[in-house]
């Protein structure tokens, strides 16, 4: 049986960065989280935490982070449905926090509009890590969040993977610079995009990549970039005439500032809903009302292959 006060203070240590910022949350001296810790790592036979200028979690120490969350996530629900512990009305009910990370896009155009009413029915309160689709799964593997929206299709370990529709993404520029990356006739020639920047969200971000690949052959093509790692700023730049960028194709207010370079031409990225197999009631929630908002806003996933 693992120790609830060794469990506690690894996961202090984690949240709060170090042993004495830990030590200080928990009302405990340094010496005694120290203590804790290495005796859980001896019960356990091996290291949890690497310990340095930062400390972080070892793949060990990790498992037991995700543990932990789920303990606490599962006492949460445990203790809003116990006898007396609720108050008299629904509004003296505590709010529960639950984490997930999801890609900028996907939190505003669909994933928080579509889950709203559910959090406010339930007071779940939502911690949000944001990182590219195609990396969000690491803080789900490192065990910081319960659930999270990614392009990783396989389930892994203790996990559930659920498909939940496509998002489009068209390639789009200001008028004026679409206007050239065109010839004398009105031809696209791509070469003339990539002599212009890009707006590119993060160094994470593939989709400008996968779009010259699949469409036009090109690996490893060379362009100057912008890097804008915030939707609203992402999207002014392209709108300013800053440079190029790919975009969703969701429903906007009002008549865009820009058009697309290549009509037609787009990308579509399938995405998924990972998160814990073993789950608390208020993260079953979380995944039933994932789902539905995905349904209603994300283009279908294509039929499996036979």
Not at 71 to 91: C, I, N, V
Not at 144 to 153: E, H, K, N, P, R
Not at 157 to 184: I, T
Not at 255 to 270: H, I, K, R, S, Y
Request: charged content about 20%.
């Amino acid at each position: 049986m693992l120790d609830a006060k060794q469990l506690e203070a690894l996961a202090a240590v984690v949240e709060h960065g170090g042993f004495g910022p830990a030590a200080k949350a928990l009302s405990l001296t340094l010496a005694a989280v120290s203590l804790r810790i290495k005796t859980l790592e001896s019960q356990l036979g091996q290291r949890l935490l690497v310990r340095g200028k930062t400390v972080r979690a070892t793949a060990a120490g990790q498992a037991l982070l995700a543990h932990i969350k789920q303990l606490r996530s599962m006492e949460a629900d445990l203790l809003a449905q116990l006898p007396g512990t609720q108050g008299a009305g629904a509004d003296s009910r505590r709010w529960h926090s639950l984490a997930v990370a999801i890609n900028a896009d996907s939190l505003s155009s669909w994933f928080l509009p579509g889950l709203s009413a559910m959090l406010l029915k339930r007071r779940l309160l939502l911690d949000i890590t944001i990182d590219d689709q195609d990396h969000t799964h690491d803080a789900l593997r490192s065990g910081d969040v319960i659930g999270c929206v990614t392009t990783l299709s396989r389930a892994m370990r203790g996990c559930v993977a659920e498909p939940l529709g496509l998002v489009r993404y068209r390639c789009v520029a200001a008028p004026a610079l679409a206007a050239r990356c065109r010839d004398a006739r009105g031809r696209f020639v791509v070469h003339r995009l990539l002599a212009q920047p890009a707006i590119i969200f993060n160094r994470k971000d593939a989709l400008q990549d996968a779009y010259l690949l699949h469409h036009f052959g090109l690996g490893d093509a060379q362009y100057p970039r912008h890097f804008a790692p915030a939707v609203d700023a992402f999207e002014q730049a392209i709108a300013l005439g800053l440079g190029w960028g790919m975009v969703p194709d969701v429903p906007r207010d009002g008549p865009t500032p820009w058009e697309e370079v290549l009509p037609g031409a787009t990308v579509d990225v399938a995405l998924y809903w990972q998160h814990w197999a073993r789950e608390s009631l208020s993260a079953q929630r979380l995944t039933q009302a994932v789902k539905a908002a995905a349904a209603e806003r994300l283009l279908p996933m294509p039929p499996a292959e036979a």
